[in-house]
């Protein structure tokens, strides 16, 4: 396999090349396709280094995810996650990378790993250090140090309990949606399947026998769902005021949302969000392979396999 540096971060990395797609697997960003256009058309010589430090982390977030030049646009306006997020990250990564409760591993050891410089949003490893050695290892002592090692405390522990988990014993993934023939693949090809993929199950108010108000139905369905996602797609008939009610009720709640959009509608003169904030993730009718692995990875990098999955994962 030729060795080169990645097209995104410029750290290195591994190719295959074939048409239309390059495979790359770099140190930093992990596992990517790009086409020659979008490998052409991206401008690093003219962004940031926090620019491309979140395409990195963000196509680390999106494993498998396939570019091409029409996606670069949003790639390089990749908001930066708080400090508290990136610390929670680099938590989260940590405990999955040393899963056994004790378990000390070395600060520089850490610092060094690219990979935990791309899941903790890192600049680079001085940040990681400080997220590491400062943040975590501060007044909360989510880490307690020992020398040149560290190791995650019972209070880091306790918050990575906490943290994604408003409802934790819910296996329920609420779907608010516009129904309508239009969204029907969305659901039947991409909502329903994935979300049982990802071990959950997807839950669509129109399709549930209920006797109550369906607002008080939504709401009693919210309240009970592990997390939401919302499909902000809409027609002629102008945007859905329900999904906007919906996902902002469940942030309110504490609850996930994954935020999901037809790809011509996400701009921000057609949804109501600055649409760089929120990390939506895009579909086109009769193109959802790459959408369904995408949001199968979202809902699995945030809550793990849930109880339901009955494939192994590839
Ligand atoms: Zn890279």
């Known amino acids: 396999m030729p060795s080169d ?83 929670d990250k680099l938590l989260v990564f940590l405990s999955q990378k040393y899963p056994i409760v004790g378990t000390e591993f070395l600060v520089a050891e850490i610092c060094n790993s690219m990979e935990a410089v791309a ?5 680079n490893s001085g940040e990681l250090r400080y997220l590491l050695d400062d943040y ?94 919302a499909d902000f797609t809409y027609g002629s008939s102008g945007v859905r005021g329900g999904v906007y009610f919906e996902a902002g009720f469940a942030l309110a709640l504490g609850l996930t949302v994954v935020w999901t959009c037809r790809k011509d509608l996400i701009h921000p003169e057609k949804i109501h969000f600055d649409v760089n904030h929120y990390n939506f993730l895009a579909w086109e009718p009769g193109e959802l392979e790459d959408f369904r692995d995408r949001l199968t990875n979202r809902i699995e990098a945030i809550f793990g396999h849930g109880p339901y999955k009955t494939n192994t994962p590839s």
């Not at 899941?119 to 600049?123: G, N, P």
Request: net charge neutral; hydrophobic share 35%; aromatic share 8%.
């Open 5 to 87: 540096n990645c097209p995104i971060c410029g750290s290195p990395a591994d190719h295959i090349r074939s048409d239309p797609y390059e495979r790359v697997r770099c140190e930093r960003c992990a596992r990517f396709d790009i086409t020659r256009n979008a490998r052409d058309d991206w401008p690093v010589n003219r962004l940031s280094p926090r620019q491309i430090a979140n395409a990195s982390s963000w196509i680390r977030e999106h494993e498998g995810v396939r570019l091409k030049s029409d996606d670069l646009d949003q790639l390089q306006s990749i908001p930066t996650p708080s400090v508290a997020e990136r610390a």
């Open 119 to 123: 899941k903790s949003w890192s600049l």
């Open 136 to 229: 975590l290892d501060g007044p909360g002592k989510l880490v307690l140090r020992s020398g040149n090692s560290v190791r995650i405390s019972p209070d880091g522990w306790a918050h990575l309990d906490q943290l994604g988990k408003a409802n934790p014993r819910s296996h329920l993934g609420f779907c608010a949606m516009w129904f309508d023939s239009a969204t029907e693949d969305l659901w039947k090809e991409g909502l329903e399947p994935e979300i049982r993929n990802a071990g959950y199950q997807p839950f669509r108010i129109d399709k549930h026998e209920h006797v109550n108000k369906i607002d008080d139905e939504i709401v009693a369905s919210i309240r009970r769902s592990k997390f939401v996602v």
